[in-house]
């Protein structure tokens, strides 16, 4: 099992909602990322955990924060957000820590949000 | 200057051809060379991970990495519509660095019947 689940797949909220985006991987990995794509650009890093620790943060707002409930799981919390945060948000693991040698990430499909 | 440079496209071919995706980058610290495949709304597939210079094979696809010239390629032979798709290339440094992939901006590739 090679795969990152990310639920939803479309989101659409508005900006005084609050929503979750979920992570799951059940490949062992120990190392879980948030990227925010948007159209024709590629991805880009907002967080790190490492053994469920947040190891990097990208100087994210804190209308974005993420939790790592365990090895397998990761959200990202969602609140009063702005349209500009409109973007496909993917979630990828890699089996080792950022600092690892072998450290090849594995993208789920991506959660659509749309902030009206 | 972007650390790394790669031309969006997009790419039109005709099916059967042989593809050559390219990237430039300016950071001689990268040692660590990847191309993902990103079809419309969905995740990035990793395809190729080369570390350091050299050719790495894998079916169709062919990566090399020619770091004194700070250039790498992905050629893909016999083209498929099915390749049709947007090829990042991203690269990174050796050790530390957070895994702080550095994305080429993606070339569009599409395989025409």
């Known amino acids: 099992d090679t795969e990152v689940t990310q639920t939803p797949k479309h989101l659409v909220m508005g900006m005084t909602n609050k929503k979750s985006l979920k992570c799951e991987q059940h490949m062992g990995h120990r190392a879980m990322y948030w990227y925010k794509q948007k159209a024709k650009k590629p991805p880009e890093l907002m967080f790190v955990y490492s053994y469920e620790k947040l190891s990097i943060n990208e100087s994210v707002p804190s209308r974005f924060s993420p939790e790592c409930p365990n090895s397998s799981l990761l959200n990202l919390h969602l609140h009063a957000l702005q349209p500009e945060d409109s973007a496909l948000y993917l979630c990828?693991?890699?089996?080792?820590?950022?600092?690892?040698?072998?450290?090849?990430?594995?993208f789920g499909s991506g959660t659509q949000l749309s902030v009206l | 200057q972007k650390e790394v440079e790669q031309d969006p496209g997009p790419l039109s071919v005709p099916e059967g051809a042989i593809v050559s995706l390219n990237c430039t980058y300016s950071?001689?610290?990268?040692?660590?060379f990847m191309w993902y495949r990103q079809y419309s709304r969905k995740g990035p597939e990793l395809l190729m991970y080369?570390?350091?210079?050299g050719n790495k094979e894998d079916g169709r696809f062919t990566a090399q990495v020619d770091k004194s010239s700070k250039y790498i390629s992905l050629f893909i032979r016999d083209s498929q519509p099915s390749d049709s798709a947007t090829y990042l290339c991203?690269?990174?440094?050796?050790?530390?660095?957070?895994?702080?992939?550095?994305f080429g901006t993606g070339t569009q590739l599409k395989v025409e019947l």
């Open positions: 080369t570390y350091s210079s």
């Open positions: 950071n001689s610290a990268f040692q660590y």
């Open positions: 991203a690269m990174r440094v050796l050790g530390g660095g957070g895994n702080k992939l550095t």
């Open positions: 990828a693991s890699s089996q080792e820590p950022p600092t690892g040698s072998n450290e090849k990430l594995f």
